[in-house]
């Protein structure tokens, strides 16, 4: 029903920037909520960041002041502007879209995933 496609993971120096875009596909009218999520090896999925159609947003504590999460709801596609970025971002990056509307339909949908993008940060 809903396929997410992240884009714009690689290797990169600390303290360089990358920009990963998540774009949704299928028959939505809108997502209410979009966000990033992230796993290192050996750690629990946690929460990089998420922006509501409003546009209000919440970060990790980590991120704080070098990421900016921003999406355009008519496109359906949400980005995440990483900075200053450091090794311990180093993870697979999961793009989030919760509270589907479908076109044309009464059905919700919920929690979809992408299927993850690598980000690497080392010299």
């Known amino acids: 029903q809903v396929q997410l496609v992240e884009s714009g993971g690689g290797l990169v120096q600390p303290g360089g920037s990358l920009r990963l875009t998540c774009a949704a596909s299928g028959s939505i009218f809108s997502i209410y909520a979009m966000g990033w999520y992230r796993q290192a090896p050996g750690k629990q999925r946690e929460l990089v960041a998420a922006?509501?159609?409003?546009?209000?947003?919440n970060y990790a504590d980590s991120v704080k002041g070098r990421f900016t999460i921003s999406r355009d709801n008519a496109k359906n596609t949400v980005y995440l502007q990483m900075n200053s970025l450091k090794p311990e971002d180093t993870a697979v990056y999961y793009c989030?879209?919760?509270?589907?509307?479908?076109?044309?339909?009464?059905?919700?949908?919920?929690?979809?995933w992408g299927q993850g993008t690598q980000v690497t940060v080392s010299s």
């Open positions: 989030n879209a919760d509270r589907v509307v479908f076109r044309y339909s009464a059905e919700r949908g919920y929690d979809y």
């Open positions: 922006i509501t159609s409003g546009g209000s947003t």
